[in-house]
């Protein structure tokens, strides 16, 4: 089956996973900029690292026949740094217009802090200005439930937000309610040691419908797996879900939602033309 990752992090993986997600059946991913392991010191460590989203990885995707797209910014872990941060927003508007870029994200809250606070508004204000969508992190483990009402309720603040344009990511049972019932995409994420299963994405599904669901796999540098949207395939299949159900939520969902952004210009794959060959 035909499917997109909407949140993993190439940039962290081996051009051999590109090519195990091409023969698993992924047809296209978007990376959102994240926190790379460390700290980065400088404006200009995130212009280089722009530019590899921008410019590399499209690149390394396009040999194994799969489309990658991106989105932009200076994550939560490292908005601590306000100074570096306002940089790094001010430099966003020389990359966005570039092919493949989506939006902003992933934006978010890590522990909840001020400085976190001001950093995500600054980029959500960037957002609605250039008519941007946005992808948003939500903290991990004791952190989430309060950080995600956060994030709720400084997205409240900007009336002219079009909420049908935001994905709120790494949702689980304890949040991703108030999420769908506001009017917003939600994400579910899938991973071993965090955030949640596979079983536990289709619980999900099975509770709130497919309408606005997202599944991915967030594949990062840490404990990941970049094939877990055919885990969550695989185990849709075992609850009895027809083809079509499932279909939606992996492929059609994610369609639906990137189309939103003008740099969107995905080709689907000829399945005809796949079939005879």
Known sequence: MDYFDPHIHMVSRTTDDYETLAKMGCVAMSEPAFWAGFDRGSVEGFR???????????????WYHLQHYTW?????KEAENVRLSREVIAMIPEFINKPGVLGIGEIGLNKNTKNEAIIFAEHVDLAVRLDEQILIHTPHLEDKYQGTRMILDMLADF???ERRRVLVD???????????EQGYWAGMT???VSKCTPERAVDMVEMYGPERLLVNSAGDWGPSKPTAVPD???AMRKRGHTEAAIRRVVYENPLEFFSQSRNFQFTPRDVSEAATN
Request: proline share 8%.
């Open 48 to 62: 280089d690292y722009f530019r590899q989203l921008t410019e590399f990885e499209p690149k390394r995707a396009g």
């Open 72 to 76: 932009l910014c200076i994550n939560a």
């Open 159 to 161: 009336s002219e937000l």
């Open 170 to 180: 790494h949702v689980e049972e304890h949040t991703i309610r108030p999420v769908l």
């Open 190 to 192: 899938l991973y071993p």
């Open 232 to 234: 969550f395939i695989l």
